[in-house]
């Protein structure tokens, strides 16, 4: 059982958030907390340029209200959207909030994750916590 759960989110098709929630519920321990992140990839700046001056704040706002939708009656559960690169984020995150535990979807590998490395790989490998994998 853990304390202190991070759920990477991904609105990507496939990736199944409430599987990864459920997951985490079952394996907290009484009183322990649960956090779900969203990493925003940095956008190039020619392509920032082209949209309006708030486009992060909008972007921010609207991922922490989808990540609320799976928290309702959850206690002791919060909410995080960080930038950065998706796999350096979550690990970085995990490692300077103590999390003991991340719970992350995948989807199934191709041969692209043999060369490139998806997300959950990258955390898998990379991870000083515990890691559940959820496909």
Known sequence: M???ILVPVSFEAGRDAHAAMEIAQAIRQDGGRITLLHVLEHLPNYASELLQDDHRQAACQSITERLRAFTEGVAEAEV???EGHSARAI?????????DCIVITS???GMQDL???????SVVRHAQCAVHVVR
């Open 107 to 109: 989807h199934r590998p």
């Open 2 to 4: 853990y304390d202190n």
């Open 80 to 82: 995080a959207v960080i």
């Open 115 to 121: 060369f490139l490395g998806s997300t959950a790989a």
């Open 91 to 99: 690990l970085e995150y995990a490692k300077n909030h103590q999390k």
